[in-house]
């Protein structure tokens, strides 16, 4: 007879699962065994947060929940910042974690966590499994709510008494086919009579708007519409291809050079815009320009987020009435066009300077040089991040994957593993802060193991040099943000990886481009300097705006 933990394997092998991605335990043994004779491979990771990051990727690459298991107490504990990343950054993921056995309590509250309350915040929903024979049910259940819009983490607490429990061979929950609703018609007649009554029309994509089965819709509406269009962080990529309408990130919540643009504008169509990011613009109650958001949901209203109108339904199908209504009707305003023009100019300014060690504009630059329009990179949480958003031009979508919700460190290498197993065909870069990779830089082994092609760029400052950017924006003298370093080569030599030095500007690309065709994991010291383009941020900044805040 078949046990619970083969029927969680069944159903998992039923949703098209072909990874798990954890650390087990004790309480995890039967399903490790029932694991062992599935068709599912069991990723070992050395920290149980890798392994949510993971799969956490895997939902926002694929649309897909990625699976992640761990065990009882410390173990699931572990798993709280990828459930918050993933929560946050609306990625589907399905969390499995063990526990004691619920119809006895021979260990008393050994280890014993609430794990299911403690999880209650943090995902769109948390069970504990007290039954074998609801398995199938229950995980089809997961997977429907974590791809619902909005996707996000679903847990599962399956007790070790659960996982060996015999029982009848349940059949599993076929999977069906889900529709999204579509805007009404008269929303949709009333945002378009609207755009085409604005002057100065401009288009924000959201995080909501950049899913995998988006890129399409986007892409065609920027295309019939012509209208110019910016993106916050997490939106960026979402439209494929070069364009003339792109008018650049929101890499700050005002007084960038992107700003400039949102202040000529005179209706701004929103689309997929998520509060949970950091905001791209503060809207103004007067005297601002109108907003329409477009999006799966009602807006969240906030104090600096608070449409006008609203059209909510299904992304793609909104975007491609929307397009129907306003193809061919609408003007393009030259002025955007040309500041469009001045922005871009800007941000290329310094792209090529040759100062030593290596400034974020540089890197940016020598960056998008080696790596193809498919390539995929992945940012950790740092202060390079403003520069990737801001200059980092992107050309086929989900090829810059950012953190703009939690904004959490030590999350860019397990992306970026993530990523190389899902596209080994294609060059996988991680970039990750000093002290961001060394929070979760023993997956180094992890990589190696797995034999995956990838190259992880370390910008070494000694230092958290985001939280000294703010330190230095709000005008508190340089204190407790430096740290020490390990020798970066040696320390991936000694996991079994290779290793490589930058010393000279002229080398970044070279070392680069000779790190990627060498093959394996290659990871690249790359010593940066922030200091100058700290100061000249917070100059740029206090002349535009008096209060602002880092992103």
């Given at each position: 007879?078949?046990?619970?933990?083969?029927?969680?394997?069944?159903?998992?092998?039923?949703?098209g699962?072909e990874?798990?991605?954890?650390?087990?335990?004790?309480?995890?043994l039967?399903?490790?065994?029932?694991?062992?004779?599935?068709?599912?491979?069991?990723?070992?990771?050395?920290?149980?947060?890798?392994?949510?990051?993971?799969?956490?990727?895997h939902g926002?690459?694929?649309?897909?929940?990625?699976?992640?298991?761990?065990?009882?107490?410390?173990?699931?504990?572990n798993?709280?910042?990828?459930?918050?990343?993933?929560?946050?950054?609306?990625?589907?993921?399905?969390?499995?974690?063990?526990?004691?056995?619920?119809?006895?309590?021979?260990?008393?509250?050994?280890?014993?966590?609430?794990i299911?309350?403690?999880?209650?915040?943090?995902?769109?929903?948390?069970?504990?499994?007290?039954?074998?024979?609801?398995?199938?049910?229950?995980?089809?259940?997961?997977?429907?709510?974590a791809?619902?819009?909005?996707?996000?983490?679903?847990?599962?607490?399956?007790?070790?008494?659960?996982?060996?429990?015999?029982?009848?061979?349940?059949?599993?929950?076929?999977?069906?086919?889900?529709?999204?609703?579509?805007p009404?018609a008269?929303?949709?007649?009333?945002?378009?009579?609207?755009?085409?009554?604005?002057?100065?029309?401009?288009?924000?994509?959201?995080?909501a708007?950049?899913?995998?089965?988006?890129?399409?819709?986007?892409?065609?509406?920027?295309?019939?519409t012509?209208?110019?269009?910016?993106?916050?962080?997490?939106?960026?990529?979402?439209?494929?291809?070069?364009?003339?309408?792109?008018m650049g990130?929101?890499?700050?919540?005002?007084?960038?050079?992107?700003?400039?643009?949102?202040?000529?504008?005179?209706?701004?169509?929103?689309?997929?815009?998520?509060?949970?990011?950091?905001?791209?613009f503060?809207?103004?109650?007067?005297?601002?320009?109108?907003?329409?958001?477009?999006?799966?949901?009602?807006?969240?209203?906030?104090?600096?987020?608070?449409?006008?109108?609203?059209?909510?339904?299904?992304?793609?199908?909104?975007v491609?009435?929307?397009?129907?209504?306003?193809?061919?009707?609408?003007t393009?305003?030259?002025?955007?066009?040309?500041?469009?023009?001045r922005?871009?100019?800007?941000?290329?300014?310094?792209?090529?300077?040759?100062?030593?060690p290596?400034?974020?504009?540089?890197?940016?630059?020598?960056?998008?040089e080696?790596m193809?329009?498919?390539?995929?990179?992945c940012?950790?949480?740092?202060?390079?991040?403003?520069?990737?958003?801001?200059?980092?031009?992107?050309?086929?979508?989900?090829?810059?994957?950012l953190?703009?919700?939690?904004?959490?460190?030590?999350?860019?290498?397990?992306?970026?593993?993530?990523a190389?197993?899902?596209?080994?065909?294609?060059?996988?870069?991680?970039?990750?802060?000093?002290?961001?990779?060394?929070?979760?830089s023993?997956?180094?082994?992890?990589?190696?193991r797995?034999?995956?092609?990838?190259?992880?760029?370390?910008?070494?400052?000694?230092?958290?040099?985001?939280?000294?950017?703010?330190?230095?924006?709000?005008?508190?003298?340089?204190?407790?943000?430096?740290?020490?370093?390990?020798?970066?080569?040696?320390?991936?030599?000694?996991?079994?990886?290779?290793?490589?030095r930058?010393?000279?500007?002229?080398?970044l690309?070279?070392?680069?481009?000779?790190?990627?065709?060498?093959?394996?994991?290659?990871l690249?010291?790359?010593?940066?300097?922030?200091?100058?383009?700290?100061?000249?941020l917070v100059?740029?900044?206090?002349?535009?705006?008096p209060?602002?805040?880092?992103?």
């Amino acid at each position: 007879m078949p046990k619970g933990s083969d029927l969680l394997v069944a159903a998992l092998e039923n949703e098209g699962v072909e990874r798990v991605f954890g650390v087990p335990g004790e309480e995890n043994l039967d399903l490790l065994e029932s694991l062992r004779t599935s068709g599912i491979e069991l990723v070992l990771t050395r920290h149980e947060q890798a392994a949510a990051f993971m799969a956490a990727t895997h939902g926002r690459l694929t649309g897909k929940p990625g699976v992640c298991l761990a065990t009882l107490g410390p173990g699931a504990l572990n798993f709280s910042t990828g459930a918050a990343y993933a929560h946050l950054g609306a990625m589907p993921m399905i969390l499995v974690t063990g526990q004691k056995p619920v119809l006895s309590a021979k260990q008393a509250r050994f280890q014993i966590v609430d794990i299911v309350a403690s999880m209650k915040p943090l995902t769109k929903m948390t069970r504990q499994i007290v039954s074998a024979a609801s398995i199938p049910s229950m995980v089809r259940d997961a997977f429907r709510v974590a791809m619902e819009e909005r996707p996000g983490p679903v847990h599962l607490e399956l007790p070790e008494d659960i996982a060996a429990e015999e029982v009848e061979n349940t059949p599993v929950i076929p999977l069906h086919q889900t529709e999204r609703p579509v805007p009404s018609a008269l929303s949709l007649d009333d945002a378009a009579e609207k755009i085409l009554a604005a002057s100065r029309p401009l288009v924000m994509v959201g995080a909501a708007g950049n899913r995998p089965a988006l890129v399409e819709a986007l892409s065609a509406f920027v295309s019939r519409t012509r209208l110019p269009f910016f993106n916050t962080q997490m939106g960026k990529g979402a439209v494929t291809g070069g364009s003339n309408l792109y008018m650049g990130t929101a890499a700050l919540s005002e007084g960038d050079y992107v700003h400039e643009a949102i202040e000529r504008a005179d209706l701004i169509i929103a689309i997929g815009h998520d509060t949970v990011e950091k905001p791209p613009f503060l809207m103004k109650s007067a005297g601002g320009p109108k907003v329409i958001h477009v999006g799966y949901q009602s807006a969240t209203v906030e104090q600096v987020y608070h449409p006008d109108i609203e059209v909510i339904g299904d992304i793609g199908a909104a975007v491609e009435a929307l397009a129907a209504r306003l193809e061919g009707k609408l003007t393009p305003d030259e002025g955007m066009l040309d500041l469009r023009q001045r922005i871009l100019a800007r941000l290329n300014d310094r792209a090529e300077e040759a100062r030593f060690p290596v400034t974020p504009q540089r890197l940016v630059h020598d960056v998008r040089e080696v790596m193809p329009e498919d390539g995929i990179v992945c940012l950790d949480n740092g202060m390079y991040k403003i520069w990737f958003a801001r200059n980092y031009r992107t050309h086929v979508a989900n090829t810059l994957l950012l953190d703009n919700a939690l904004a959490t460190m030590g999350a860019g290498l397990p992306s970026a593993m993530m990523a190389a197993m899902l596209h080994p065909e294609r060059r996988v870069m991680a970039v990750c802060g000093d002290g961001g990779f060394m929070m979760n830089s023993q997956e180094m082994e992890t990589a190696v193991r797995l034999g995956l092609d990838l190259v992880v760029v370390i910008l070494n400052d000694s230092a958290y040099g985001m939280i000294r950017w703010k330190q230095a924006v709000d005008g508190f003298p340089d204190f407790g943000m430096s740290f020490g370093n390990p020798d970066f080569v040696r320390y991936a030599e000694a996991y079994g990886a290779k290793g490589s030095r930058v010393t000279a500007v002229e080398d970044l690309v070279p070392t680069l481009d000779a790190a990627f065709a060498g093959g394996g994991v290659h990871l690249v010291d790359v010593p940066i300097d922030y200091s100058e383009n700290t100061r000249v941020l917070v100059d740029e900044l206090r002349n535009r705006t008096p209060d602002v805040e880092c992103a």
